[in-house]
């Protein structure tokens, strides 16, 4: 059981370290439905 919270830990911390290190904008927030969020480019016309 102890083997298995390590592991967790382990791994939470290497996944936040490389989501950190990424670079970019990255949000953990989930589904953002703001201003801030981009619209669709249009569709090309044929």
Do not use: C, N, R
Not at 10 to 25: E, P
Request: aromatic share 6%; glycine share 16%.
């Amino acid at each position: 059981m102890v083997k298995i919270i390590i592991a967790f830990v382990v791994i939470a911390g290497a996944a936040f370290y490389l989501l950190s290190k990424g670079g970019g904008d990255v949000s953990m927030g989930g589904e953002q439905h703001g201003t801030e969020t981009h619209a669709p480019a249009p569709a090309e016309q044929k």
